[in-house]
């Protein structure tokens, strides 16, 4: 299949930069393979002709675990690939984060929300998202910022519940609810999501079906592509 060549986004910019500071280069399964640039695929697994660019209603910041950049399993960059005006990445630090980030979260306090998991319960849940969505689609002047943590579960737990800079960022919570309608129009998995369904979700909790879907087909794309990965990887160890 022939790859496609994308200009550099944030993710990829974030990724190159933390290569090459690096004191030693990341090695994982698979990282022999012959993959390409953009997909970070095998090669033979490429999947960039389902890659379509558009602009999203709203902002991301990609805030990342460092163990996480380099994964061509990462579903995070995803949001990069198909919203790269509306997205920036930058990698988590407990007590030291960067000052650009700083500066971004500072200029848009009033439209910037943290999209964590919900802790309450049921009945609070719903009272509680219904007000944020409100809250949130009142504030019409700009577009409005989402910080998502990328990472493991138990990562985007530590980040979170160690850093007291985000601590006073407001919560956006995705409640149970939510997210049982969304398995039973989607998928058939345990609730156990990954960054680009969550990210699915959330557009899909503001009223932005159309780009909830693209971007749920895309990561449904890169599912089946890491799968095609790995078993043309099998292949080459028989």
Not at 36 to 62: E, G, P, V, Y
Not at 65 to 77: A, C, L, M, Q, W
Request: aromatic share 8%; hydrophobic share 35%.
């Amino acid at each position: 299949m022939m790859t496609r060549e994308f200009q550099k986004h944030a993710v990829d910019q974030l990724r190159e930069d933390c290569k090459s500071k690096a004191m030693r280069p990341f090695l994982a399964r698979g990282s022999n393979a012959d993959r390409c640039a953009s997909c970070l695929m095998a090669k033979s697994a490429c999947f960039c002709d389902q890659r379509q660019t558009q602009n999203a209603a709203i902002h991301f910041i990609l805030l990342y675990h460092r163990d996480e950049i380099h994964k061509p399993t990462n579903s995070g960059r995803l949001i990069a690939d198909l919203f790269p005006n509306q997205t920036q990445a930058f990698i988590w630090s407990r007590t030291e984060p960067e000052k650009a980030l700083l500066n971004q979260l500072n200029e848009n306090k009033q439209h910037c929300t943290l999209l964590f998991p919900n802790t309450l319960t049921a009945q609070k849940q719903g009272r509680a998202m219904r007000q944020q969505i409100e809250v949130i689609k009142e504030n019409t002047g700009k577009p409005h910022t989402f910080v998502i943590l990328d990472g493991t579960w138990k990562q985007a737990s530590k980040m979170f519940h160690q850093s007291e800079w985000l601590k006073t960022i407001p919560h956006f919570e995705i409640n149970q609810a939510a997210q049982r309608s969304f398995l039973v129009r989607h998928s058939q998995h345990d609730m156990q999501f990954a960054t680009a369904e969550v990210t699915a979700m959330l557009l899909d909790s503001l009223g932005h079906k159309d780009q909830s879907e693209h971007l749920l087909r895309y990561y449904q794309a890169f599912n089946q592509a890491c799968l095609n990965s790995r078993k043309r990887g099998n292949d080459h160890t028989r």
